[in-house]
């Protein structure tokens, strides 16, 4: 039973290309986030819904859309990809963002690689 | 934005070895957590902290929650080779405070020689 799972595991593409991560969570949990992690392993927070609303936007390029058609799914589209896209995207889920108890559980993440 | 500072960088020691790792932060958190990071695969959780001065075990693994509430470590004891991985601290400000993302510190790479 895959807590967080996401699809693809790796995605090899051409720049240029639109492409789309899917992100699943079975845990009943009402927010889940995007992270970009770069080859230094730093992990940053790209995105997060609570309930299929938007929550927090960070400074993304408008190439990434999120969308959340309900709240066990949280998909991350990408337009017109570009080299530096080319990270490990991780999607994690909690209970709730307005909790003390916010521990974020991360599926295995998408290995995007753009030649 | 918010910056951790986790430290060492990275670790090499001998199995069987303890290893202390720490994060400290200019703000206050009211949360922290500790993640392992295996190759390939995504962070996963070891210890949650939700008091200041709170002292939390996990097997060989032990976290505190510093008094100030700016700074946690992570103890291992009797290192193995399993334990191979990136450790991260992540620090939450907690609701209400206008923040509502985890803040993750650099991690530190650690190596076990068997």
């Known amino acids: 039973d895959t807590a967080v799972s996401q699809t693809p595991k790796y995605l090899v593409t051409q720049m240029g290309n639109d492409k789309s991560i899917k992100c699943e969570q079975n845990?009943?949990?009402?927010?889940m986030y995007w992270y970009k992690q770069d080859s230094k392993k730093f992990l940053k927070i790209m995105f997060s819904y609570n309930n299929k609303e938007l929550i927090i936007n960070e400074t993304v390029p408008n190439r990434f859309s999120p969308k959340s058609p309900d709240k066990a799914h949280l998909n991350l589209h990408i337009n017109s990809l570009e080299l530096g896209d080319s990270a490990v995207y991780f999607c994690?889920?909690?209970?709730?963002?307005?909790?003390?108890?916010?521990?974020?559980?991360f599926g295995p993440g998408t290995r995007l690689t753009v030649l | 934005g918010q910056q951790l500072n986790q430290s060492p960088q990275s670790m090499f020691i001998q199995e069987g070895e303890d290893v202390s790792m720490n994060c400290t932060s200019s703000s206050i958190f009211n949360t922290w957590l500790w993640y392992k990071q295996d190759p390939g695969e995504g962070p996963v959780l070891l210890i949650a902290?939700?008091?200041?001065?709170e002292l939390t075990s996990n097997g060989r693994l032990t976290a505190q929650f510093g008094i100030t509430r700016k700074d946690s470590f992570l103890n291992i004891s009797a290192s193995i080779p399993s334990d191979v991985g990136i450790y991260f601290c992540?620090?939450?400000f907690g609701p209400g405070a206008g923040s509502y993302q985890l803040t993750f510190g650099k991690g530190t790479k650690l190596s076990v020689i068997p």
């Open positions: 902290l939700y008091k200041a001065g």
């Open positions: 845990l009943g949990h009402d927010t």
């Open positions: 992540a620090g939450h």
């Open positions: 994690a889920s909690s209970q709730s963002w307005d909790t003390v108890y916010n521990e974020q559980f």
